[in-house]
């Protein structure tokens, strides 16, 4: 009585198996994603600097494809030395999703910038509010995959950050896009390696406690 068959064949057992399963992949998608935390930080501080070099500093159309540059060159170095180290695995099918859609937004952006900057369409509202909503798309994509409220609401700040820019002008655009950079990029970066650092912490201590 306690582990009947369905229609399909699948006993109680099974199902519970496969609930066990795909909390298991929610919950390491989770893990590689707050282990590259620091990415989100990096990134956020990229927009900064690049919206900053654009605005003080000379050769201002050089500010966005040279900080792009060394940022993915950073992330590049960093993942070639991790894979080296033995600790660059894909993970499970939800991480390498989580991955793809990264990649996807990442390569995405960088092509529209780079048209947008060429056919001197760059800097008007509209150009600011597709930006904050590939990144949006983006993380809202990873919160529905790992089931994760936090990144949800992060999804939230960048959609809202769009709908906001048309109604502003473009100056105030750009504000907009930092404040967004700063609490959907820095913040939440910052709380993903915090809750790595946790993670890591508690798995010494288990550790510590197996061989004492």
């Known amino acids: 009585m306690t582990n009947f068959e369905p229609d399909n064949g699948t006993s109680r057992d099974d199902l519970g198996q496969r609930v066990a399963l795909m909390e298991t992949m929610i919950a390491e998608g989770r893990r590689n994603t707050a282990r590259f ?23 201002k159309y050089w500010a966005w494809p040279v900080c792009a540059a060394v940022a993915i060159l950073a992330g590049i170095v960093v993942r070639v030395r991790e894979k080296r180290a033995g600790g660059g695995g894909s993970g499970n099918i939800r991480s390498r999703s989580i991955e793809s859609v ?36 983006a993380h809202a994509i990873s919160a529905r995959i790992l089931r ?36 959907g990029m820095i913040l939440f970066g910052l709380y993903a ?15 510590v406690r197996h061989h004492a």
Request: charged share 5%.
């Open 193 to 207: 390696m915090m809750l790595e650092r946790r993670r890591a912490a508690a798995s010494m201590q288990n550790q």
């Open 37 to 59: 935390g620091w990415i989100f930080v990096m990134w956020g501080l990229v927009y900064f600097v690049a919206i900053g070099w654009s605005y003080y500093l000379p050769y």
């Open 148 to 183: 994760w409220g936090v990144q949800a609401a992060v999804a939230a700040i960048w959609w809202v950050g769009g709908i906001a820019v048309f109604f502003v002008t473009s100056d105030q655009s750009i504000v907009i896009f930092l404040v967004a950079s700063f609490f």
């Open 102 to 137: 990264w990649q996807g937004m990442g390569t995405a952006i960088i092509l529209y910038v780079a048209a947008a900057i060429a056919s001197h369409h760059a800097g008007s509202p509209a150009y600011v509010a597709a930006i904050l909503f590939f990144i949006g798309l």
